[in-house]
């Protein structure tokens, strides 16, 4: 488990990334940590829940294919256990994953993040997932909309995703 902060701006937000691949989890720490975030890597579904039991952060971003635990699986696990259900949980996805919406409904994450290449693109969408994240409110271009329901917000979350690929399309 490896921590990377930023120590010029204010920590917004103590994430876990939960990444196996080396050089996508570099990227995506560096790139949070660039924005403010307080990062913890963790490099498999295992090594998440052994670093959940001795901190607890804002948040959890996972990959969803990861050998050992899948991020579907680390996710519905951390929404079974009292101690980490209330931690916001956020999917890494790639487009080609969102055929995967059954297993991503079914997950109980609180939000989704598809990787971009471009490191701002990335950060401004998870900045997104995570005020989406609030109750009774939708963010769309930065502006809040009230929510009544969890219908509404799983609506507004395939909406989220359905504008991270047009912007993922015109990079």
Not at 10 to 21: G, N, P, R, Y
């Amino acid at each position: 488990m490896e921590s990377n902060t930023h120590e010029k701006s204010k920590t917004e937000s103590t994430l876990l990334l939960v990444e196996d691949t080396l050089t996508q989890s570099m990227y995506m720490s560096h790139a949070l940590s660039q924005a403010g975030y307080n990062v913890t890597v963790a490099r498999s579904g295992e090594k998440a829940l052994e670093a959940l039991a001795s901190f607890q952060p804002d948040a959890i971003l996972t990959d969803i294919n990861m050998p050992g635990i899948s991020g579907f699986d680390l996710v519905k696990t951390l929404k079974e256990c009292d101690s980490t259900q209330a931690i916001t949980t956020i999917l890494l996805l790639t487009p080609g994953h969102l055929k995967d919406v059954i297993e991503i409904l079914n997950s109980g994450a609180d939000g989704i993040v598809f990787k971009s290449t471009l490191a701002k693109k990335f950060v401004d969408q998870v900045k997104l997932a995570l005020q989406q994240n609030q109750p009774n409110a939708l963010y769309i271009d930065g502006l809040s909309y009230p929510t009544k329901s969890v219908q509404e917000k799983s609506n507004h979350l395939f909406l989220s995703a359905y504008q991270q690929i047009l912007d993922l399309q015109s990079q």
